[in-house]
């Protein structure tokens, strides 16, 4: 599955880097999200993946018993998505505040920090 | 221009005795080391700084670096007192105590550093006291602009002299100055030539040699305590110090002697004419100052004892007489306000203290017998004539000590004797902290003149001793050295230095003229910053586009190009793709996955989009649950709803996706996508294809009931070994939180207050 988990990620990083390098400023949220779908499975694949056996240890036993899922790689993830989805509500706040400021949602006409003017001095 | 207003404001302030003392403290520490080091036996400290980097916090105290440390100290004591006298009751005087003192400090450190890489950080640390010490009257626009050109001309002479440094370590093996001194000249060693250029562009920036002149006289800008102290022992003679350090593993060349040689005497005789045309004393002391450098950086050009002994026992005279000099001027501007040649004169009688002080250094400054400055100019002639470029040297020597001679007469004579001019302040007497400089400096030039055998055995041989890298007994400094070439041509110099001074008034005005037809540095200086300032704004406008797209293709075009590039370099053979085996569940949600990214891409309506986003989002929940991860398949559920949740409210109240009908699509972007998509597939697949380390699942596994009385382990790591990981991600969260409320709540609130504008 890792191989097939590797294409699917490819395919997921080649979107996002498409949509945020459109001028819509929603297209880059979206690319945002999918980046961080991208970067989730990337950790969960190289932990390697195994089917089926949570990492849970059972009742009566010390350790679990056989090969059970890479639990590292698990918990990272539950931090990344997390973290993620706190970027994510930032950006999207900052970009309706962008929206209401400036009347746009195209990066180009949106130049709050780097107006143009001094482009044409 | 004296910056006190007031003189009756107290004086006697913590930061100015404070510093003044603990300067004498340090000076006095530093005494003990006399008789050792005029023994031959000098004294090293070792501390680690940067082992990795063999770069050690290492000092070293010999004849050289004690000379000049007891010359830091003693002279900066000195200032020091008289500067808190000098600038009582301004309001920024603990600043410039502050200043002061860190600048001494620095320049300790600097000429005791044994490891180059220190050396170099002091280095730049007294470029930046100084900056902040000739800017000090920051409100005088001339004075920033001034102290900036210091600042910029000197640590970019300081990059140089870094990257000369670092080609010495990687080429010798040590960064430590002892073990290359030690060694014997670098001359036949590669790279010598360039070493040698790095070096000298950072000690001839520093030590102001033409053409890098200009900012020093400048730098006058600064208070006069400042100029005293930084223009006489310490900030411009670091650059002499410096060729003099490393003259063991430099000197032995044509290059160096014929460099030094010639940049040391243009800048002496060039310095001397300059001094004799200036009207303002302290303009004229600096440029004496840029004079004594030029002598120096001269004489350290020659290898003989003789030379090196002129260059150390100059360099000690003109520390004492240009320190006292400068303390001077302050007390005569203190004391009558003003500072102009052609108006003073006649101040003996109102301010005898004083005069006699001046008198003592003019003397040492002129070479008169017996004081030291008269045994420097013995030695000096005798080491011209010793140097190769001898029939070059002695002339130029001449010149240079003649026209020292007249300008001696010009500063400590002229005003105190003859008529009175019109003062705008009647003239008086400084009070005597501001006294207690000159009158021991000047003293000190008289007593080491007289007691040659004292002063030639603990300072001026043992400093001889570590710039020519062995012990030194010439007995060379003596006060009747039996009638010789160079007595006559000290007694030449007088004769031709009485001429120049008689005449100097006509001479002023002969060479205004010429100065006013010759090419100005200064200016071209402040036109070579405006070419730099309209290149980098173009720079920046070609760079820096403000479109946001054009910044996020250069990040990913270099995220590509470097990534391919190292696969490329690594040489990385083929990757078997391992499909068999796979579900059609798996190929299922895979697809599943793929369809809703294509469906992202494509779309040019906002629902669709948020759908889609949604179908990949459940898409990689489901790959968590069919892979052992349940609790992460939980969370991601959860949060693609809010996801999904949170842009749907957003987009409401936002445009379309296109909303002039324009498609927001582009080649040249698809082609930069697929790449970085291929490219993290192929790195992804290269990981999975290492052997796997299960090191720390293995301990996780252990321990995560025995240790942790958790049976569900992802958990455990989350809230027990990792635990702050996880408090880190609540306060990402948070601040996510708090930061989005801000701009949504608080922009809102501050547009009503404005009336609801835009």
Redesign the interface.
């Known amino acids: 599955?890792?191989?097939?988990?590797?294409?699917?990620?490819?395919?997921?990083?080649?979107?996002s880097?498409?949509?945020?390098?459109?001028?819509?400023f929603?297209?880059?949220?979206?690319g945002l999200?999918?980046l961080s779908?991208?970067a989730?499975?990337?950790i969960?694949?190289?932990?390697?993946?195994?089917?089926?056996?949570?990492?849970?240890?059972?009742?009566g036993?010390?350790?679990?018993l056989g090969v059970?899922?890479?639990?590292?790689p698990?918990?990272l993830?539950?931090?990344a998505?997390?973290?993620?989805?706190?970027?994510?509500?930032?950006t999207?706040?900052?970009?309706?505040?962008g929206?209401r400021?400036m009347k746009s949602?195209d990066?180009?006409e949106?130049?709050f920090?780097?107006?143009?003017e001094?482009?044409t001095k | 221009m004296a910056d006190n207003s007031d003189p009756n404001a107290p004086w006697k302030t913590l930061s100015g005795l404070g510093t003044s003392g603990l300067t004498a403290l340090l000076f006095l520490y530093f005494l003990q080391f006399l008789a050792p080091v005029a023994a031959g036996e000098p004294v090293r400290f070792v501390w680690d700084w940067i082992p990795s980097l063999d770069v050690s916090l290492s000092f070293y105290i010999d004849g050289l670096s004690l000379m000049f440390a007891l010359l830091i100290t003693g002279i900066g004591a000195m200032v020091m007192l008289y500067a808190a006298k000098y600038l009582a009751g301004h309001h920024h005087y603990d600043r410039f105590a502050l200043y002061l003192f860190s600048f001494m400090l620095s320049m300790l450190g600097l000429v005791l550093a044994d490891n180059l890489i220190a050396l170099f950080v002091f280095w730049e640390l007294t470029t930046f006291t100084s900056y902040l010490l000739i800017g000090f009257l920051h409100l005088d626009p001339k004075s920033r602009r001034n102290a900036l050109q210091a600042l910029l001309l000197t640590a970019t002479g300081g990059l140089a002299m870094l990257a000369g440094f670092i080609l010495i370590g990687i080429t010798q093996g040590t960064f430590e100055l002892s073990e290359l001194n030690a060694a014997g000249s670098l001359a036949d060693q590669p790279f010598y030539l360039l070493i040698l250029i790095l070096v000298l562009a950072g000690a001839f920036t520093k030590s102001a040699q033409v053409p890098f002149h200009f900012w020093l006289p400048n730098a006058m800008a600064a208070p006069t305590p400042v100029s005293a102290y930084l223009h006489s022992a310490t900030m411009v003679k670091a650059g002499v110090y410096l060729l003099a350090r490393m003259h063991p593993s430099l000197s032995g060349s044509d290059v160096w002697v014929w460099t030094l040689s010639i940049f040391g005497a243009v800048t002496a005789v060039f310095a001397s004419f300059m001094a004799l045309r200036q009207t303002d004393l302290k303009q004229t002391l600096a440029y004496t100052t840029l004079m004594a450098l030029g002598t120096l950086t001269m004489f350290l050009a020659g290898s003989t004892g003789y030379a090196i002994t002129a260059a150390m026992t100059f360099l000690l005279v003109h520390s004492l007489y240009k320190a006292g000099l400068f303390l001077m001027i302050g007390v005569v501007d203190h004391g009558t306000g003003t500072r102009d040649a052609n108006v003073l004169g006649g101040l003996k009688a109102s301010m005898p203290i004083t005069a006699a002080a001046a008198a003592a250094a003019g003397l040492a400054m002129a070479g008169i017998p017996p004081f030291l400055g008269f045994i420097a100019k013995e030695v000096a002639y005798a080491g011209a004539l010793e140097m190769h470029l001898w029939l070059f040297v002695v002339p130029m020597s001449l010149i240079a000590f003649a026209l020292m001679f007249a300008v001696a007469g010009i500063v400590a004579y002229k005003p105190f004797y003859g008529p009175q001019g019109q003062l705008p302040r009647e003239p008086h007497e400084g009070p005597w902290p501001m006294l207690l400089g000159p009158v021991v400096l000047g003293v000190l030039g008289l007593l080491f003149g007289l007691l040659p055998g004292i002063s030639a055995y603990y300072l001026i041989e043992p400093a001889v001793a570590a710039v020519m890298g062995e012990p030194d007994t010439g007995g060379r400094v003596k006060l009747w050295a039996g009638f010789n070439l160079p007595l006559l041509l000290s007694l030449i110099t007088f004769g031709l230095g009485f001429l120049l001074y008689q005449r100097h008034l006509a001479l002023r005005e002969r060479l205004a003229q010429i100065e006013a037809r010759a090419a100005d540095l200064d200016a071209g200086w402040d036109r070579l910053l405006d070419h730099f300032v309209t290149y980098t704004k173009a720079q920046t406008r070609l760079i820096q586009t403000g479109v946001l797209r054009q910044y996020m293709f250069a990040t990913f075009a270099v995220f590509a190009a470097t990534v391919l590039v190292t696969l490329i370099a690594r040489d990385v053979g083929g990757i078997a793709l391992q499909f068999a085996g796979l579900s059609f569940m798996e190929w299922g949600v895979a697809l599943l996955i793929v369809a809703g990214t294509v469906l992202v891409v494509l779309t040019s309506s906002r629902i669709v989009g948020l759908v889609a986003l949604g179908v990949v989002g459940i898409g990689v929940a489901l790959i968590f649950i069919m892979f052992s991860a349940p609790d992460v398949a939980i969370t991601q559920l959860l949060v693609e709803l809010l996801v999904v949740v949170l842009l749907a409210m957003a987009f409401l109240k936002m445009p379309n996706l296109d909303p002039s009908g324009s498609q927001s699509h582009s080649f040249p972007n698809a082609v930069l996508a697929v790449t970085v998509g291929v490219l993290t597939t192929i790195v992804v697949l290269l990981v999975v294809d290492q052997p796997f380390d299960r090191r720390l699942t293995d301990f996780f596994e252990a321990a995560s009931w025995t240790e942790a009385f958790g049976r569900n382990i992802v958990n455990v790591i989350l809230v027990d070994f990792r635990t702050l990981d996880t408090f880190g991600e609540i306060a990402v969260v948070a601040v996510a939180a708090l930061g989005a409320f801000a701009l949504l709540k608080g922009f809102a609130r501050a547009r009503d207050t404005k009336g609801g504008e835009k």
């Open positions: 599955m890792e191989a097939l988990t590797a294409i699917v990620i490819g395919g997921l990083t080649a979107a880097v498409y949509l945020m390098l459109a001028r819509n929603m297209r880059f949220l979206f999200v999918l779908n991208a989730n499975l990337t969960f694949a190289s932990g390697r993946m195994t089917k089926g056996h949570p990492a849970l240890v059972p009742y036993e010390d350790a679990p059970v899922g890479n639990a590292l698990q918990a993830v539950l931090t998505i997390v973290i993620g989805f706190g970027l994510l509500a930032f999207l706040a900052l970009a309706f505040e929206y400021r949602v990066t180009d949106m130049r920090a780097e107006p143009k001094d482009t």
